[in-house]
């Protein structure tokens, strides 16, 4: 298995531009969460999904973020309109039911700036 | 909700030095607890977790963590660490009874020196 996958790694964009960040989870895995990572708020959870259900989205900064899983191999992050603040790298991550007790598998992240 | 501190924002040492990471958690219930590593410029990994059982974990590449209940704490050990062990050190705690939602600390960096 390739892992969970991100895309794009690197994005830099302007503000008030639209940005899709996207993730494809491992096969399989039921539930997909996205993180953003900040020096200065450090990991904080976005929001999850199971099953392809937004279960939480209480992390989700403002009415600007968006994300959407449309099935169960895919799921996007959007940003509309960006600003500088939004600049952190992002994280998708997945995981197998069975009360996480496989952990959970990170992407190799989108680092987002916005100029 | 639950909240995790650790105590040490930079730790920097030698190589063959022991290593003690502190975590603290602030949560009324029972929890699953994780140490990630993000090595520089890639993803958290996971380096052990506890659940329930043996409060003494053994994880990867050496590592260790004991879950002290009564002090709510679960601190990160490695006797000896190298070079490699350079990283961004994660804890990491979700409620049992929820655990899907992941708190992470602000970690630790670690430096070794060669």
């Known amino acids: 298995d390739a892992g969970v996958i991100q895309s794009p790694r690197h994005e830099v964009t302007e503000m008030g531009q639209e940005v899709t960040l996207r993730c494809k989870p491992i096969s399989g895995h039921d539930y997909l969460f996205w993180y953003r990572q900040t020096m200065m708020r450090g990991l904080e959870l976005l929001i999850y999904?199971?099953?392809?259900?937004?279960?939480?989205d209480s992390g989700m900064p403002e009415d600007r973020f968006s994300a959407k899983m449309p099935n169960a191999s895919f799921s996007t992050l959007k940003i509309q309109p960006s600003e500088p603040r939004d600049s952190a790298v992002y994280f998708c991550?997945?995981?197998?039911?069975?009360?996480?007790?496989?952990?959970?598998?990170f992407g190799s992240g989108t680092r987002l700036t916005v100029v | 909700a639950q909240s995790v501190s650790q105590h040490n924002h930079h730790v920097i040492l030698s190589e063959a030095a022991s290593l003690e990471l502190g975590c603290n958690y602030s949560?009324?219930?029972?929890?699953?607890l994780f140490w990630y590593v993000q090595y520089p410029g890639q993803h958290l990994q996971l380096l052990l977790k506890y659940f329930s059982g043996d409060p003494l974990v053994k994880g990867i590449k050496g590592f260790e963590a004991e879950f002290i209940k009564s002090k709510f704490s679960f601190n990160l050990r490695k006797p000896s660490v190298q070079w490699s062990d350079t990283a961004e050190y994660f804890c990491?705690?979700?409620?049992?009874?929820?655990?899907?939602?992941?708190?992470f600390g602000a970690g630790t960096t670690v430096t070794v020196r060669a």
């Open positions: 991550a997945s995981s197998f039911g069975n009360r996480g007790h496989y952990g959970y598998t």
């Open positions: 949560y009324g219930g029972t929890v699953n």
């Open positions: 999904f199971n099953n392809n259900v937004p279960i939480d």
């Open positions: 990491a705690v979700s409620p049992s009874s929820n655990d899907y939602k992941l708190s």
